[in-house]
Antibody
Framework: QVTLKESGPVLVKPTETLTLTCTVS??????????VSWIRQPPGKALEWLAH???????SYSTSLKSRLTISKDTSKSRVVLTMTNMDPVDTATYYC??????????????WGQGTMVTVSS | QSALTQPRSVSGSPGQSVTISCTGT?????????VSWYQQHPGKAPKLMIY???KRPSGVPDRFSGSKSGNTASLTISGLQAEDEADYYC??????????FGGGTKLTVL
């Protein structure tokens, strides 16, 4: 069974750096057909794609947030990590990680984590 | 990477069909056949319903179909059922391994 699970702080202060971890199971981050993205959703608002990492470690970022984001992976631990610097209350959102599986579902997010809610407040 | 444009809401009665549009540009929707659609019930994670414009993942009912013309993609749900009431989001590949989502559409089953 393929699963992704997000973990990280529930509350961060403005200007702090957020670090989120996505732990995957049921597939390998070294699989050439697989990749993992981070996507967020502010309360009552739309989904926003943030960043993606491929099996070959190639990375891509949202243009508007690129300066604040870093995505990385530890294949041996089946983890994908997202850091976002200089957090602001507008960054309050549920953060999801999701898989792209080019083998079965093209360039789409076929499996999602349950999401983790992050609140930015002093 | 401007968000794709979706209607804020659509509605239909059980058994009817509804279509949700998703308008982008030649740099995203119109430039690639990588449009996907997601269904999201309140408090839940999104679920993939359509990928590569018109393909259905295993387990998704064939009442759900997708298409694209130019810079606009569409999701059609036929034979509406109560459980289809949810938010729907389109997403497109936007080049250089980036993605962009739509603003979301709330579907109400009357």
């Amino acid at each position: 069974q393929v699963t992704l699970k997000e973990s990280g702080p529930v509350l961060v202060k403005p200007t702090e750096t957020l670090t989120l971890t996505c732990t995957v199971s049921g597939f390998s981050l070294s699989n050439a057909k697989m990749g993992v993205s981070w996507i967020r959703q502010p309360p009552g608002k739309a989904l926003e794609w943030l960043a993606h990492i491929f099996s070959n470690d190639e990375k891509s970022y949202s243009t508007s947030l690129k300066s604040r984001l870093t995505i990385s992976k530890d294949t041996s631990k089946s983890r994908v990590v997202l850091t976002m610097t200089n957090m602001d209350p507008v960054d309050t959102a549920t953060y999801y990680c999701a898989r792209i599986n080019d083998d079965t579902s093209g360039y789409a997010f076929d499996i999602w984590g349950q999401g983790t809610m992050v609140t930015v407040s002093s | 990477q401007s968000a794709l444009t979706q209607p804020r809401s659509v509605s239909g009665s059980p058994g009817q069909s509804v279509t949700i549009s998703c308008t982008g540009t030649s740099s995203d929707v119109g430039g690639y056949n990588y449009v996907s659609w997601y269904q999201q019930h309140p408090g839940k994670a999104p679920k993939l319903m359509i990928y590569d414009v018109s393909k259905r993942p295993s387990g998704v009912p064939d009442r759900f179909s997708g298409s694209k013309s130019g810079n606009t993609a569409s999701l059609t749900i036929s034979g509406l059922q109560a459980e289809d009431e949810a938010d729907y989001y389109c997403c497109s590949y936007a080049g250089r391994y980036t993605s962009v989502f739509g603003g979301g559409t709330k579907l109400t089953v009357l």
